[in-house]
């Protein structure tokens, strides 16, 4: 039984930490163009990742 | 007032304007930065995002620029007081630019609060059907409890926040006094997780908290891709060019001029109106000459020429010359407001009309409500116990929580739209769809819509031969819509070598080689010749060499492509086709007369509307097409409505669905889909009933385990998404619009 304490509070909170990450890409606007990020990898580009 | 000079000041001055322009649309951010938003629909690969952004970094004051590959749209922030000049360094590397209105490319919200709910449902639905599992397998009892409470503390905030979508729109429904299908799906989740609080709190061996998350999951799904179709859609008719002004060059009393919006000008100003332009509010002309384009706001193709005096209705396109006028309405009361007007009177006709799903939901609801109530009276007087009576009832509200239902419709329609989409058809929302499925008279606007909306020039009579290579090389100087028609003309003909060339603003063009002068224009300026014929003198344009007329040309509706084809593939459906344009007896007539239709000409806007009230009054359905200003009322009022992207913004804001592409034969081809979507939604019904026949009688003699309740709830919803992308495969209700697309395919390869 007392491995419960340990294993379910684990496995929600690996739960919640891939919520907050979905939710932090979706607010960083990750997912405004889909089909541009996946042509950009092919192209080597001088300037950093992101907005 | 020397015929040239102004002109020039004019084109300088257009090019400050456009600047004025793109600064009026760039709202400054932080830091000084402010930030445009083109539309640049070329982008079409990664190599096009690399290009335009690195031309763009190139530009002095650009601080950072960011292409959209999905939305075709480059980002732009930028410091200083003039804008750098993005849309000449597109067009130079071979991108066609327009602004695009910041305040429309704004995030949408609903979707974002869509899919934040989403995603909390998935967290939530994995994680307790983790914890189920177990349960399930056999746990101790104190395990089982422990389960219980951790799912339940778990289930609790996830139907606070994400049942939000739900329960908001099912209390609107029924404080109007109306039940939509929220109303059993939140009843249903609600009554679920008390039950199950019940059970858990008395250590009950049956907790249904799965199957209150999961529901809200699937049912978010079908909600969110239901919301990404109608969000898809308004983008890529927003990113059409706009064709409505966002400004004018306002002279002042004081001699200086300034760029106003259009909402801020008022009657009495006097504004600077260079060719090429649209009236941005109702005007009269103080100043000058010029023709008037009016095909987007009457429907007539011919342009009317307009000199001091003349009253222009906004929206007209100014053509040949500058033109000095003087407002005589605000924007509040120009033309376009009175058709905004027309439009919303129109549309209360159209509120009437119920989406499929919510009818099913009016028989739906009562149906299953009364039958879990008559589960617990039943089980009530045969055994008395209380406990296992509302188990019992509840276990009926779980099983047909219409979680197949309410996938049903929205998957059928987002397959749909893709397939629309795929042919470069947009679509608003679904109610469309399902509205354009029951259409029996499709009513045609002709300029525009049944014509294309560009000049067309033709030779009339006979023309000498090297005529029209000539008046093709001359053309190509000048920016006039009717020049521009008479290059495309001339393509691949043998180009003339001239000394010089000149324009003149509301005559047309000048070129002298040795001792010829040529003049292509308006007949009475090119031709000097007293004795020319009626018909030289009709025409729209005349080339002339030293005052003799060589050729003439006159302008001719030509009909979309796919025209022809597109009405007979209507006839053929059994739709009844009409014409209905604002247009001039004669013109309407030979277009009709070409396509075998019936047709009103002249109409008005009220008169347009009057006609489609009448087939409405018959009983049929009617689908609208049409493009100008004028139409949108007609658009509003007909049952379902489509524009070409080419429409004026109202037209296309007013249309159902807009299509991309040049060809008609986007209009059966929806209609197609439109039909196939119908029998799929309604197959799709007739599953979530069967299922719902088969699991009732389980549910009622109280049998169902969650166990149970959670395999029955993903096989109907599977079943139902599975049968949904069958519209996808073309073996599926496309077949005919397969076939018909290969036959004319067929025919246009026999006739080359």
Known sequence: MIDFFFLVPIAIGLGLAGLASFMWTLKNGQYDDLEGAAERILFQSSDQPGR | ?752
């Not at chain 2, 679920?192 to 908290?209: K, N, Q, R, V």
């Not at chain 2, 106003?260 to 009269?284: F, H, Q, S």
């Not at chain 2, 419709?409 to 397939?419: I, L």
């Not at chain 2, 393509?491 to 047309?508: A, K, N, V």
Request: glycine share 8%; net charge neutral; aromatic share 6%.
């Open chain 2, 1 to 752: 007032m020397s015929c040239c000079a102004p002109g020039a000041e004019f084109y300088l001055l257009q090019a400050k304007a456009r600047e004025d322009e793109i600064l009026l649309a760039s709202p400054p951010v932080h830091d000084g930065l402010r930030q445009t938003d083109l539309s640049v629909p070329d982008i079409h690969c990664g190599g096009c995002l690399q290009q335009i952004e690195a031309a763009l970094h190139k530009l002095d004051g650009v601080t950072s620029a960011r292409a959209n590959l999905s939305t075709r749209r480059v980002s732009i922030l930028w410091c200083g007081d003039a804008p750098p000049p993005f849309i000449p360094v597109l067009e130079s590397i071979g991108y066609r630019a327009h602004l695009h209105d910041i305040a429309s490319s704004r995030k949408d919200p609903a979707l974002s609060q869509l899919l934040l709910a989403l995603a909390v449902a998935a967290f939530a639905s994995s994680n307790i059907m983790l914890l189920s599992v177990s349960v399930w397998s056999g746990a101790e009892p104190a395990t089982r409890d422990l389960f219980h409470w951790i799912s339940a503390l778990i289930a609790l905030p996830t139907l606070a926040y994400s049942g939000r979508v739900f329960f908001i729109s099912a209390w609107r429904s029924l404080r109007r006094g109306r039940t939509n299908m929220d109303v059993p799906i939140s009843v249903g989740v609600l009554l679920t997780f008390a039950l199950s609080l019940y059970e858990t709190i008395h250590h009950g061996p049956y907790a249904y908290f799965d199957a209150a998350v999961s529901l809200l999951f699937f049912l978010l799904i079908g909600r969110t891709l239901d919301h990404v179709m109608r969000e898809r859609a308004r983008q890529a008719v927003d990113g059409l060019a706009r064709l409505s002004p966002r400004g004018a060059l306002v002279l002042q009393p004081d001699g200086s001029r300034t760029y106003l919006p259009v909402d801020e000008i008022e009657p009495g100003m006097t504004v600077l109106l260079a060719a090429g332009e649209r009236v941005p509010v109702d005007a009269r002309v103080i100043k000058g000459t010029s023709e008037l384009d009016h095909s987007l706001v009457s429907g007539e193709s011919a342009p009317r020429p307009a000199s001091e005096g003349a009253e222009l209705q906004a929206g007209v396109l100014n053509l040949t010359a500058p033109l000095t006028i003087v407002a005589t309405a605000a924007a509040k009361q120009s033309f376009l407001a009175e058709m905004t007007r027309m439009m919303e009177a129109a549309e209360t006709g159209r509120s009437g009309y119920r989406r499929i799903a919510d009818r099913a939901a009016q028989l739906y609801a009562p149906l299953v409500h009364s039958l879990a109530l008559l589960t617990f009276a039943a089980w009530m007087i045969v055994g008395g116990d209380a406990h296992f009576a509302m188990t019992a009832a509840i276990a009926v509200l779980i099983i047909t929580c219409p979680c197949a239902l309410g996938l049903a419709v929205p998957m059928v329609h987002v397959v749909a739209a893709r397939r629309l989409f795929e042919n470069g058809i947009m679509i608003k929302d679904g109610s469309a769809l399902e509205r354009l499925g029951n259409v029996d008279t499709v009513i045609f606007d002709k300029t525009g819509t049944l014509t294309s909306g560009h000049a067309q020039l033709a030779v009339k009579g006979s023309a000498e031969a090297d005529a029209l290579g000539i008046a093709a090389t001359m053309a190509t100087h000048s920016r006039h819509p009717y020049s521009q028609a008479l290059a495309e003309c001339g393509l691949g003909r043998p180009q003339m070598s001239f000394d010089t060339i000149s324009e003149y603003p509301g005559s047309g063009i000048e070129a002298r080689r040795d001792n010829d002068v040529y003049r292509l224009g308006r007949p009475g300026w090119a031709i000097a010749n007293r004795f020319a014929s009626e018909a030289e003198r009709d025409a729209a344009v005349a080339l002339s060499v030293n005052g003799r007329s060589v050729a003439h040309f006159g302008l001719d509706d030509q009909l979309r492509a796919g025209a022809a084809e597109a009405v007979r593939q209507l006839k053929k459906s059994g739709a009844f086709v009409e014409v209905l344009s604002g247009d001039s007896d004669a013109r309407v007539q030979k277009i009709a007369r070409q396509l075998d239709l019936t047709w009103t000409a002249g109409a008005r806007p009220a008169d347009k509307i009057r006609r489609i009230e009448a087939f409405k009054q018959a009983g049929n359905k009617v689908l609208m097409v049409g493009d100008g200003l004028n139409d949108a009322p007609a658009l509003r009022a007909a049952d379902v409505s489509m524009a070409p992207a080419s429409a004026s913004d109202i037209g296309r804001t007013a249309a159902d669905l807009v299509f991309l592409r040049e060809d008609l034969k986007a209009i059966p081809q929806s209609i197609t889909i439109a039909r196939a979507t119908a029998a799929l939604v309604r197959q799709n019904f007739v599953l979530a009933v069967a299922y719902n026949v088969v699991a009732i009688p389980l549910a009622v003699s109280g049998e169902v385990s969650p166990l149970l309740a959670a395999i029955a709830m993903s096989l109907s919803s599977v079943t139902v998404v599975v049968n949904a992308l069958r519209l996808g495969s073309p073996d599926q209700g496309t077949a005919r619009s397969a076939a018909v697309q290969e036959k004319s395919l067929l025919l246009l390869e026999a006739s080359k």
